[in-house]
């Protein structure tokens, strides 16, 4: 079975522009979550989707924003990027099956976003 | 809101010695503990997961991990290390469809 895989895996972009991260989940997965890696922060939840709702946020700007699509492919968006918005841009998916916390998220390799 | 502290930014170890890195989790009933592994410029990998039941868990690449209330603990163990083992290793902890994740250990192995 395949795993995660997300795309672009590496994207430079300037300060301004706005930028869209794309992750398609493992076969039959329908819960979707993003994660933010810096080396300040470490990794940090941004959401969690399920059968297209959002179930959770994390503490992020307004400026950062996600949807499900009814495949259970995912997308992120950030607007406005800011020279701090450089990382790792994770995407786990799990079945999405149990009142979360136990279903173990599996993590695609990344999107790495660098903003000059 | 449930969070997990690993103590060990970075820990140097021999090829052959044992390893073993310290978790503690702040949670007032019994939480949902995962150990993740992440390689360099990679996404990461589930090492093992701890939900209930025997405390004692048994992960994969010969990691294991032991659960004590008594402690707040989640200590991930390998007997054994081996070079490929040099990565960083993440703590976690689950709750409301996220995980929360300690700050890491880089786990350096010299030969």
């Known amino acids: 079975k395949a795993g995660v895989t997300q795309t672009p895996r590496y994207l430079i972009k300037t300060r301004g522009q706005q930028v869209t991260l794309s992750c398609s989940p493992i076969?039959?997965?329908?819960?979707v979550s993003w994660y933010q890696q810096t080396p300040g922060q470490g990794l940090q939840f941004l959401f969690e989707?399920?059968?297209?709702?959002?179930?959770n946020k994390g503490n992020f700007p307004g400026r950062f924003s996600g949807r499900q699509f009814s495949n259970s492919r995912s997308e992120m968006n950030v607007s406005t990027l800011e020279l701090g918005d450089s990382a790792l841009y994770l995407c786990?998916?799990?079945?999405?099956?149990?009142?979360?916390?136990?279903?173990?998220?599996?993590f695609g390799p990344g999107t790495r976003l660098l903003v000059l | 809101a449930q969070s997990v502290t690993q103590p060990d930014i970075h820990i140097t170890v021999s090829e052959g010695a044992s390893l073993e890195l310290r978790c503690n989790y702040s949670?007032?009933?019994?939480?949902?503990l995962f150990w993740y592994v992440q390689s360099p410029g990679q996404g990461l990998q589930l090492l093992l997961k701890?939900?209930?039941?025997?405390?004692l868990v048994q992960g994969i690449k010969g990691f294991e991990a032991e659960f004590k209330r008594s402690q707040s603990s989640f200590n991930l163990r390998k007997p054994s290390v081996h070079w490929s083992d040099a990565a960083e290793y993440f703590c976690?902890?689950?709750?409301?469809?996220?995980?929360?994740f300690g700050a890491g250990t880089t786990v350096t192995v010299r030969a």
């Open positions: 786990a998916s799990s079945l999405g099956d149990e009142s979360f916390g136990g279903e173990t998220q599996y």
């Open positions: 076969s039959g997965h329908r819960s």
């Open positions: 989707y399920f059968s297209e709702t959002q179930r």
């Open positions: 949670y007032g009933a019994t939480p949902y």
């Open positions: 701890y939900f209930s039941g025997d405390t």
């Open positions: 976690a902890v689950g709750e409301d469809y996220k995980l929360s």
